[in-house]
């Protein structure tokens, strides 16, 4: 069957600093051999020079839809409920005949978050879906989506790191994020905008008798 296959993958779900972002491949026909050799992987696993040569790369063989969500929204909301609506809104916008995606969760929940997801879209969208935990590693054009994501929120995260200092990678185990969150957490100033004040990394500093 012929039409075109979108890959979905996100970038800086358990980070406490920075925007939610989720990136998406799309092909008219999927070409596991030419994506792989342009460099589709698992983001985690490249190096950043090596994510930066294959997006280039990537640009050429299909269409890259790049999507945030951020922090002050995140900590408003559930973050499932937020990626399931920007999934639905980039299925609904390339209609695809087949979805293959990055499970947002457990495999147990997967036949469920389907049918949100299906319930949000057209009545005359209805494609396939293949939904995998490290769907990243198994299939290109998730790995070209994730490579996408990656280098989005690393530029995002340097363009903040440049005007508040060394944050790290963002997630809350960096010793660097670390030290940068308590230096501020000492200055009693609120937090700003891209910091996720719902995790609990931030609920502790805010209470130091937690520490």
């Excluded at 993958?9 to 596991?32: I, K, N, P, T």
């Excluded at 020079?49 to 890259?64: I, P, V």
Aim: contains cysteine.
């Amino acid at each position: 069957m012929r039409g075109p296959v979108l890959g979905i993958d996100e970038a800086g779900r358990g980070c406490v600093l920075g925007a939610l972002f989720v990136g998406a491949f799309v092909v008219d026909e999927e070409d596991d051999l030419a994506l792989r050799a342009a460099g589709a992987a698992d983001s985690k696993v490249l190096t950043p020079l090596r994510r930066s040569a294959a997006r280039a790369r990537l640009a050429a063989l299909g269409r890259a839809d790049v999507r945030q969500v951020q922090a002050r929204d995140i900590d408003n909301a559930s973050l499932n409920a937020l990626e399931e609506a920007v999934v639905a809104s980039i299925v609904t916008a390339h209609r695809p005949r087949l979805v293959r995606m990055d499970a947002l969760g457990p495999p147990s929940g997967i036949p469920r978050m389907i049918a949100r997801l299906e319930a949000m879209l057209p009545a005359d969208l209805r494609p396939d879906w293949v939904v995998e935990p490290k769907a990243d590693a198994t299939y290109a054009v998730v790995g070209a989506a994730s490579i996408f994501a990656k280098t989005e929120r690393d530029a995002a995260l340097e363009a903040l790191a440049s005007r508040h200092g060394a944050l790290g990678s963002g997630y809350p185990h960096d010793p660097v994020t670390r030290s940068w969150l308590t230096t501020y957490a000492g200055t009693g100033q609120p937090w700003p905008p891209f910091v996720r004040t719902k995790w609990e990394t931030i609920r502790v500093l805010a209470q130091p008798s937690l520490l």
